[in-house]
């Protein structure tokens, strides 16, 4: 399916993108976002069969995002910017795939912590999340789905 190919390709760009911003400025501003929207509205549909089960995976992914996300947040432990991301993700891909990603990229965050926390000098300094969580999103871009079944691009 070439739309599918160049949903997939657009999400790769986008992924990879704000990777390098959040691991250069530990900051991405919201225009990237604004750039992620037409996305997030076309995946979905470009996704799951049917208007309403596409509506209903996207809405749950969503609010999973939120609610697993906001808490965190408002104690200061991760920034806007991870809210966002992972409420995109939630949003695009659904509820389904959102925990594959959300796994995978918990993982990779997980080994980055333990590996830092090795390094004295280092010990109060955050890890940047959104390239845990591009590359978990790219790899289920161009390998997935894994656990939950679905279909990919």
Same mark, same amino acid.
């Given at each position: 399916?070439?739309?599918?190919?160049?949903?997939? &390709?657009?999400?790769?760009?986008?992924?990879? &993108?704000?990777?390098?911003?959040?691991?250069?400025?530990?900051?991405?501003?919201?225009?990237?976002?604004?750039?992620?929207?037409?996305?997030?509205?076309?995946?979905? +549909?470009?996704?799951?069969?049917?208007?309403?089960?596409?509506? +209903?995976?996207?809405?749950?992914?969503?609010?999973?995002?939120?609610?697993?996300?906001?808490?965190?947040?408002?104690?200061?432990?991760?920034?806007?910017?991870?809210?966002?991301?992972?409420?995109?993700?939630?949003?695009? +891909?659904?509820?389904?795939?959102? &925990?594959?990603?959300?796994?995978?990229?918990?993982?990779?965050?997980?080994?980055?912590?333990?590996?830092? !926390?090795?390094?004295?000098?280092?010990?109060?300094? !955050?890890?940047?999340?959104?390239?845990?969580?591009?590359?978990?999103?790219?790899?289920?871009? +161009?390998?997935?789905?894994?656990?939950?079944?679905?279909?990919?691009?």
């Amino acid at each position: 399916m070439v739309s599918g190919t160049l949903l997939a &390709l657009a999400w790769a760009g986008w992924a990879i &993108l704000i990777a390098w911003i959040d691991w250069r400025h530990r900051r991405v501003n919201n225009r990237w976002w604004l750039v992620a929207l037409p996305l997030a509205i076309l995946t979905p +549909f470009a996704l799951h069969d049917g208007w309403a089960w596409a509506v +209903f995976l996207s809405l749950t992914g969503l609010l999973l995002a939120l609610v697993l996300h906001l808490g965190v947040w408002s104690r200061g432990w991760i920034g806007g910017a991870d809210v966002k991301a992972y409420a995109i993700v939630g949003w695009s +891909f659904g509820a389904l795939v959102w &925990l594959e990603v959300f796994a995978i990229a918990s993982l990779m965050l997980a080994v980055a912590a333990c590996l830092q !926390r090795r390094r004295a000098e280092q010990r109060h300094r !955050r890890i940047p999340m959104l390239p845990a969580l591009s590359a978990s999103v790219l790899a289920w871009i +161009f390998t997935g789905p894994w656990w939950v079944g679905g279909q990919g691009f």
